[in-house]
């Protein structure tokens, strides 16, 4: 395989690996928007009929409700960005402990060099061997 096809192989693996990650939180996230909203739903049918409320005061429980959920899932959205910002710093050293596997462990001595300058971002043209 040469050095470029590998190259693209890693990245593709790193891009699926994150988004797999992405998405499992997203998808807990959405699992437990889901819950909210029946719960909600069901406070607000069992709140309506057992205080009785007129037509009007239900619409006004309804309004607060649906903004208290509003509300709550801001705060949800800042406090997962704040997530991704904080492990951040922990998957960029991940990654660049996996590079240093790839590249000690996979790659013979002779293709090293290029590997770096790939994952240094200084070359995506193919070598010259490659051509």
């Known amino acids: 395989m040469s ?3 590998l190259w693209i192989v890693v990245l593709g693996l790193l891009c ?3 988004g797999a ?3 499992r939180i997203l998808a807990r996230s959405a ?3 889901t819950t909210e909203v029946g719960a909600l739903r069901d406070f607000e049918r069992l709140f309506a009929a057992r205080f009785e409320l007129t037509p009007e005061r239900a619409r006004l429980l309804r309004g607060i409700l649906e903004h208290y959920q509003r509300e709550v ?3 949800k ?6 997530y991704r910002s904080a492990i951040e710093p922990e998957l960029r050293s991940l990654g660049s ?3 240093r596997y790839l590249r000690d462990q996979v790659l013979p001595p002779m293709e090293r060099a ?3 300058e790939l994952s240094h971002g200084r070359s995506l043209s193919p070598s010259p061997k490659n051509l």
């Not at 959205?77 to 704040?82: C, E, R, S």
Request: charged share 20%; glycine share 8%.
């Open 31 to 33: 699992e437990g928007s």
């Open 16 to 18: 699926f690996l994150a």
């Open 21 to 23: 990650a992405t998405g």
């Open 97 to 99: 402990e996996y590079n």
């Open 73 to 75: 899932e801001s705060i």
């Open 3 to 5: 050095s470029i096809r």
């Open 77 to 82: 959205v800042n406090h997962l960005a704040a």
């Open 114 to 116: 290029e590997f770096d």
